[in-house]
């Protein structure tokens, strides 16, 4: 039997503590969603304030230039990349998960259209999160060449769903419900010996597993920087094209930020080369410039450290719901195989939804994904063994007194 007192020894031996202390988190709150969206770290109210009234207002135009507003997307891309497992050069952060990937997917289509045009298959998930299935759906309509979208209900049926007809395969590496980890290199090899292209969705995987992008010999990336980058509300998401394949067509957004010469004005669209054709147009710069201060925090440590201490948050809460839940007809979703774990933890329960109400009300904070999952999202860079062992205890008590079972927390809000 685990503790508060073996929780409170982690704590002490935990060489990643200290880190905590750069977050802004409110008292009595146990934090278990920077999945979905990050805690601020604490330099981004002194980078805004610099960014609003010095770069914005005393600056002004000139800041393009002298506050480095335009290469700011390739900078922090750079800062970014060894997280990753990329080459300098090779990240770009701009516009949302969302766009990115209609811009990589409508890549990857071209390459294969002059390839192999035959392919007219895009492989994924059902369980892939909707926004990635529903831009597959847009960007085909609009292409009308008459692709299709071939879904698999298990990452098992992923290798015998990849054909001779099959252009791309999109994945999140970590599935943002049940945290299914893919063997990266592994599919990727699959992907590549039946003549696909991968794209990889990283929302779940940068700064909360290890990823080796160039190592695996993935060929298109995207992701979040709002979730365990802690980059702020709606921060830019990022883009990673393999060097090899970055050149070889022009991204359809093809916005002036993308442009060989932006400033030539000139009638015709001409990419940059490199993974700046991936640029579009003006970016939000306020919001931008906090990505740097959860970089900051990265460059700190590495993804090896945060990965064990990861691994031992996500077993520590998975035996202690055993030990303090059984019998509450939870059932757990995610792998137990370290290989194929993630960094969050969900459980099914009928009533998850409003147990998840029930949670936020005493202050655990963890969030409802459709249909019964609870999800819990562990940060290595700011979770504690002891909250761990808190948040068990409160979800006992909940499932204990049934107090999911009251009218308030039956409602259904419009964000879950
Ligand atoms: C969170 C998430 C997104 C979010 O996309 P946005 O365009 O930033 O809203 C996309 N894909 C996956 C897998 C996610 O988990």
Not at 32 to 57: C, K, T
Not at 170 to 178: C, E, G
Not at 206 to 234: E, F, M
Request: proline share 5%; with cysteine.
């Amino acid at each position: 039997m685990i503790n508060k007192n073996h929780c409170l020894t982690l704590d002490e031996q935990d060489p990643l503590a200290p880190l905590r202390q750069q977050f802004a988190l409110p008292e009595g709150v146990i934090y278990l969603d920077g999945n979905s969206l990050g805690a601020r770290p604490l330099a981004s109210l002194e980078r805004a304030r610099q960014v609003i009234e010095q770069e914005w207002g005393d600056g002004l135009i000139r800041s393009w230039n002298s506050a480095g507003w335009r290469d700011l997307p390739l900078r922090l891309g750079d800062r970014l990349a060894p997280l990753i497992g990329a080459g300098a050069g090779e990240v770009v952060i701009t516009d949302t998960t969302s766009i990115n990937l209609f811009k990589v997917l409508s890549a990857a289509l071209q390459v294969q259209a002059e390839r192999a045009p035959q392919r007219r298959v895009i492989v994924s998930e059902s369980s892939n999160f909707p926004t990635d299935l529903y831009i597959v759906e847009g960007l085909t309509q609009l292409l009308q060449r008459g692709y299709s979208l071939r879904l698999v209900d298990s990452p098992e049926q992923i290798p015998a769903a990849i054909d001779q007809d099959t252009a791309v395969v999109l994945l999140t590496h970590v599935n943002y419900k049940t945290g299914y980890m893919h063997d990266m290199q592994a599919v990727t090899g699959l992907i590549h010996e039946a003549g696909a292209l991968s794209i990889w969705d990283l929302a779940h995987s940068a700064g909360a597993v290890p990823v080796a992008l160039t190592q695996s010999g993935a060929d298109y990336a995207i992701g979040c920087t709002y979730k365990y980058l802690n980059g702020g509300p709606g921060s830019q998401a990022f883009a990673w094209v393999a060097p090899t394949l970055c050149d070889l067509v022009t991204q359809p957004l093809s916005g002036w930020f993308g442009h060989a010469r932006q400033f030539d004005m000139a009638t015709h669209y001409e990419p940059s080369s490199g993974i700046a054709r991936y640029l579009c147009g003006t970016q939000p710069i306020t919001s931008l410039a906090m990505v740097e201060c959860g970089l900051e925090i990265f460059e700190q440590t590495d993804m090896q450290s945060l990965r064990r201490k990861s691994l031992a948050l996500t077993d520590l809460f998975i035996q202690l719901v055993e030990q303090r839940c059984a019998g509450h007809d939870l059932k757990l979703v995610t792998p137990r195989d370290h290989a194929k774990r993630g960094s969050h933890v969900s459980f099914e329960h009928p009533e998850g939804y409003a147990v998840i109400q029930a949670l936020i009300a005493r202050g655990v904070i963890g969030d409802y994904r459709e249909p019964r999952i609870m999800r819990f999202g562990f940060t290595p860079l700011y979770t504690r063994f002891s909250e761990v062992w808190d948040a068990v205890q409160i979800l006992g008590e909940i499932l204990d007194q049934k107090t999911w079972a009251q009218a308030q927390f039956q409602v259904r809000h419009s964000v879950t």
